[in-house]
């Protein structure tokens, strides 16, 4: 950041006309390309923005979601989500701890562990969709579900959240961990009262990225969380989170881009918020 | 502990749901059969070519396209920006990467087709899918590209300081060269993700089972055929596209360990 402002004086006398010549062909790529895609980008917000009003939140789709508004898609979607990360924080986090407390950093376990996760990062999503629909809603005869989509996102997740978690707890201070031995706390103890407190900004970063990752995916919760647009009245209950909402809106419903950019523009909005919470809840606890 | 038998159960899923397939109808009529009509009276048929070649078009047209606007952000906004614009740039590179594949899709359809349908219908085709993938995978490579630049070069900028270079020769004569690797690890990353995404593609390239001879014919890429069969697909037909899947990994797992492999090699 202030490595480039630096740079850009100390040069400034050492301007040449290949120097302008590539400032000016740098910045009008950079420019030229951001403006394009922001312009792009606007039509369908403003839209969307126009097309928002309380009873967009409130309202029951009627006609296929052409019109009214998307109350079940948010229950659904809120459910979906808080079901995943029910999952995810503690399984991602007990993983996290395993790797960065109670094993040797190099040994045989924590590598094969580390490599698989990594692995299993890098897989698409669409295959976790696959995998989802054969385990959960097939093996499991979940069907499709509320459940079975958690449980398929919490898959999708989990792998990228403890690679991230750990390398959050391996950058707590290593004297905090030599003072808690030294007062002769427990294990437990110093993780519960010292790492994880000082690793929660750390950790909240990661949860506001795992909630963006879970709540834009698509693919793999189409085919396991169902289509249905009634609000879900139990966890075996299929339900259509709001990303799969704006995919049908936008595709299979003739007319449906106005609710599909209003719906676009509540999602956006929904991690907007999300994000701007958790960032202030780290804040307040860094205080 | 649970998570390899999870990774485990993962590929032993996608193997024992492909095995239908490749049991049924011999791994080699993928690739022979003339093209994929599944459900065709009689046996159907399960060319997988012209899906496998959309993708990996996709993936190497929008990469050739990302790369050169990637560094040329992080370049102008590393050296020549001034520190707000700068951070301004850094800030909406980070937003477009945040952004949903879904809405991606929403604005190509809303934008990107209707623009390329008045030059050549129908609109929905290789070349909308392509500008759709490259804001989508820019960030990718930028981040990564300016992580790099940022942690590994100081000693690059004051040297060149001290010898009185100016900022293009240092961009692109020595910046460049040493950020090669990052800049291929970045690609790789990219190229994984473009091979794998699934929303967007599918929400422009019009889904037409056919070769992609114009850049402007719809295609349906191998994600995108997953996504719409499943939720009818029976019997051999589930398999087979369980076995898009596996062929799915196949290709971006090596992509992705050559990615990891190479950034532990670190710049030169």
């Given at each position: 950041m202030s490595r480039g402002a630096v740079y850009a004086d100390a040069s400034g006398s050492a301007r040449s006309a290949a120097d302008r010549l590539a400032a000016m062909v740098l910045g009008v790529i950079s420019a030229g390309v951001l403006l394009v895609v922001g312009l792009a980008f606007s039509g369908t917000i403003i839209e969307g923005m126009q097309n928002l009003s309380l009873a967009f939140f409130l309202e029951h789709p009627r006609s296929a979601g052409r019109a009214g508004g998307i109350l079940p898609v948010l229950v659904s979607t809120a459910t979906v989500l808080l079901l995943t990360l029910a999952f995810v924080v503690p399984v991602g986090i007990a993983t996290a701890l395993y790797l960065s407390e109670f094993s040797r950093g190099d040994s045989r376990a924590s590598r094969n562990l580390r490599t698989a996760l990594d692995v299993l990062t890098s897989f698409p999503s669409i295959v976790f969709g696959l995998f989802g629909n054969a385990l959960f809603c097939g093996l499991l005869g979940l069907g499709y579900s509320v459940l079975s989509g958690s449980l398929t996102l919490a898959v999708m997740i989990v792998p990228f959240f403890a690679r991230a978690a750990e390398r959050i707890l391996r950058d707590v201070d290593f004297e905090l961990r030599l003072n808690a031995e030294a007062l002769g706390m427990s294990r437990l103890g110093a993780i519960g009262f010292i790492i994880l407190p000082s690793a929660l900004p750390g950790l909240l970063s990661v949860l506001v990225l795992a909630i963006g990752r879970a709540l834009a995916e698509t693919a793999a919760v189409l085919f396991t969380a169902g289509y249905s647009l009634r609000a879900p009245e139990s966890l075996f209950d299929p339900g259509r989170v709001l990303s799969v909402h704006i995919y049908d809106l936008a595709m299979n419903v003739v007319g449906g881009e106005r609710n599909a950019s209003s719906s676009a523009v509540v999602l956006m909005l929904f991690m907007a918020t999300l994000s701007l919470a958790i960032m202030g809840i780290k804040h307040r606890w860094k205080r | 502990m649970a998570v390899v038998a999870l990774l485990g159960g993962l590929c032993y899923f996608l193997v024992a749901e492909s095995w239908g397939a490749i049991a049924t109808l011999g791994l080699h009529r993928f690739f022979v059969d003339p093209s994929w009509y599944p459900q065709a009276s009689g046996e159907g048929t399960f060319g997988l070519a012209p899906m496998l070649l959309t993708s990996l078009l996709l993936g190497a047209l929008s990469l050739s396209l990302a790369v050169p606007i990637s560094v040329s952000l992080v370049f102008f906004q590393r050296l020549y920006a001034g520190r707000r614009l700068g951070a301004s740039l850094r800030l909406f590179v980070e937003l477009l990467g945040a952004v949903p594949s879904v809405v991606y899709g929403l604005v190509g359809l809303s934008v990107v087709v209707p623009m390329i349908n008045r030059a050549s219908?129908?609109?929905?085709?290789l070349l909308a899918g392509v500008l759709v993938l490259v804001p989508m995978i820019v960030p990718t490579i930028a981040i990564v590209l300016d992580g790099s630049l940022e942690r590994e070069t100081r000693n690059l900028f004051m040297n060149a300081a001290a010898l009185g270079l100016s900022r293009a020769t240092l961009a692109f004569r020595v910046l460049l060269p040493s950020l090669r690797p990052t800049i291929a690890a970045g690609c790789v990353l990219a190229l994984g993700r473009a091979f794998g995404e699934t929303m967007a593609v599918l929400m422009v390239t019009g889904n037409v089972i056919q070769y992609p001879g114009s850049i402007t014919l719809p295609v349906r890429a191998l994600t995108s055929n997953i996504a719409l069969e499943m939720p009818y697909a029976l019997g051999v037909h589930r398999s087979a596209l369980y076995l898009c899947g596996l062929i799915l990994v196949m290709f971006t797992l090596p992509l992705f360990v050559l990615a990891k492999w190479s950034r532990r090699r670190g710049p030169a």
């Open positions: - | 219908p129908p609109g929905s085709s």
